[in-house]
């Protein structure tokens, strides 16, 4: 399974960038996407999890302000980003959980500027 994300960039305090993360290669029942961001010097943390069956999770830093979502016709996910804050910087990672295998994509950087 390659992951292929995209989306991220350069963007003011305030503003949003909408994520997406697409799926490839030999797929079956995909159980758990995933959003996860690192800083540099930092460990790996959570973002969202969505399931599927559409049950969602969001890191408390984020709630009301990400929105995670799915489509499994195209086997992606994307991740609405708005009132972006400067430390929502970091690479952001798509991850899934496949037959009991976690399948990580490459980063895509957000940059927020204060």
């Known amino acids: 399974v390659q992951l292929q994300a995209s989306g991220g960039g350069l963007v003011q305090a305030g503003g949003f960038l909408r994520l997406s993360c697409a799926a490839s290669g030999i797929i079956s029942r995909i159980n758990v996407w995933g959003w996860y961001r690192q800083e540099p010097g930092k460990q790996r943390e959570l973002v969202a999890t969505?399931?599927?069956?559409?049950?969602?999770n969001y890191a408390d830093s984020v709630k009301d302000r990400f929105t995670i979502s799915r489509d499994s016709a195209k086997n992606a996910v994307y991740l609405q980003m708005n009132s972006l804050k400067p430390e929502d910087t970091a690479v952001y990672y798509c991850k899934v959980v496949m037959m009991l295998r976690d399948y990580w994509g490459q980063g895509t950087e957000v940059t927020v500027s204060s």
């Open positions: 969505i399931t599927s069956g559409g049950s969602t």
